[in-house]
Structures are given as C-alpha cells and as structure tokens.
C-alpha cells in the first residue's frame, strides 16, 4: 500500500510539473544553409537514430541543382514530418482552399500545416490540431511530429478539432540548440540526438519570428514555438 501511495505521489509531483522529466526535443539550427549543407546536416542527424525528424523549413525547387544529396538523404529516413502551408485564395474567406508544399521529388510522408495564430505579429498561445481544407482535415505540424513520436491521437479522439489552449512554459530556448557549425564538425554529443524529437529549423533575428507579450520585449523563432506545443501535447 505505501509503495502505492508513493508511486500515486510521484506521478502527480510529475504532473503538475514540479520534477521535469529528462529532455526530449533537440533543435538543431539550419542557419542560412544551403541545400547540399542541408543534406550533410541530415545525414548525420540520422546516424544518431532520433525518435522524429521534423522539418520546419519548405523545400521548392533549386535552379542551382544542388538538390541531389538532399533529396537522396530524405529518401533514407523512415521517420520524417514536414511544415506545409494552409492558403486562402478564394472566398468565403474562413475556408482554407490550398496547401503550399515542398517539390514533389522530396520525399517526406508526414505533413503538417505549420500556421500559428497571430495578432500584430504576437503570438496566440492556442491552435488548432485540425484544419478544414475543400471539406477534408489537416492536422498542425507540431501535432503530427507529437504523434509521429510518441502517439498522442487518443487524447484527442473526442475533441479532435479544438483549440489547444497552451501555456507556452517551454518558450525561451529551454530545448537543447545545436548550431550548425556544432553540428557539421562534430561538436556534439550523442544523447541529444538519439531516440530525440529533432526540428531543424531557423534561429535568429532575421526572419520566423514572433512577439510572445503584447509589448513585444520578447521575441522567439517558430521552430522554437512548434518545439513548445509539440512538449505540451505530449504531456496533456
């Protein structure tokens, strides 16, 4: 009966996040990398046997065909979700009628549209799981890498359509970062990448990014928003 109690104990301290469990999303930075540096940082994510590979990043076309190493990395990775985009080109305006995607030639099963919620450029701390596209569903991005990793469908099987009211606790790069150049020469350690949730996507000041207060002190980048819904999905 004590054993009991104190395991009763434990899962509620966990619960109601008072012990963190260990880590389990790493982002790694694409930088302004192009597509041949794309593949090299791909093939060495995938060495390490992460959970997930998420791209927040589109892939059209390159004129410079520098797509060969790229496109033959993301044809070897059993596990990958891609950002796509919901577009509204048409009337009436509440019905999502388009989907921007990557070229056809990169090979990723999984997709998820990767909209946020916006108001002046803040952030809106929910989102939906699904969207309406010409009568069919969609899920989010940060929905299908959650599920995609550890399986997350059941806790929305009655509400499948609501929206996510988030509390956004993991904003703040409190996610393990591996830059680039980290990642290229070496720099790393292997636990933050095996069985990991890894997102590539953009850090910095120069584009995807977000105010996180009405008074704009504070500023993230979207990988960094998707990695924080993606966290609180998991342990709802």
């Known amino acids: 009966m004590r054993i009991f109690l104190s395991f ?15 880590p389990i999303i790493t982002i790694v930075d694409i930088g302004e990398n192009n597509r041949i540096e794309l593949g090299k940082q791909l093939r060495i994510i ?5 959970r997930v590979i998420a791209l927040d990043f589109y892939l059209v076309p390159d ?11 993301l044809a070897t990775i059993k596990n990958t979700v891609q ?9 009436p305006d509440y019905i999502w009628d388009d989907l921007e995607v990557s070229h056809s030639k990169f090979n990723v099963l999984n997709h998820g549209f990767g909209n946020l919620t916006l ?5 809106v701390k929910e989102l939906p799981m699904q969207q309406l596209l010409n009568s069919k569903y969609i899920y989010s991005f940060s929905y299908a890498i959650a599920e995609n990793s550890f399986g997350v469908k059941h806790k929305f099987r009655d509400t499948a359509d609501r929206k996510l009211k988030l509390k956004m606790r993991g904003l703040g790069m409190n996610y393990k970062l591996i830059t680039s150049d980290e990642l290229l020469t070496g720099k790393i350690k292997k636990e933050d990448l095996n069985d990991k949730i890894v997102i590539m996507g953009y850090i910095g000041d120069k584009e995807d990014y977000f105010y996180v207060d009405e008074h704009k002190s504070r500023k ?4 960094e928003v998707h990695a924080a819904i993606v966290d609180e999905i998991i342990d709802l």
């Open 220 to 223: 993230v980048n979207g990988v």
């Open 83 to 91: 950002v796509v985009g919901l577009r509204d080109f048409y009337k």
């Open 119 to 123: 108001e002046d450029s803040i952030l």
């Open 63 to 73: 004129s410079l065909d520098q797509d060969t190493v790229l496109v033959k990395e």
């Open 8 to 22: 009763i104990v434990i899962v509620l301290i966990i619960n109601l996040g008072l012990v963190k469990r260990d």
């Open 46 to 50: 995938k060495k390490y046997s992460p």
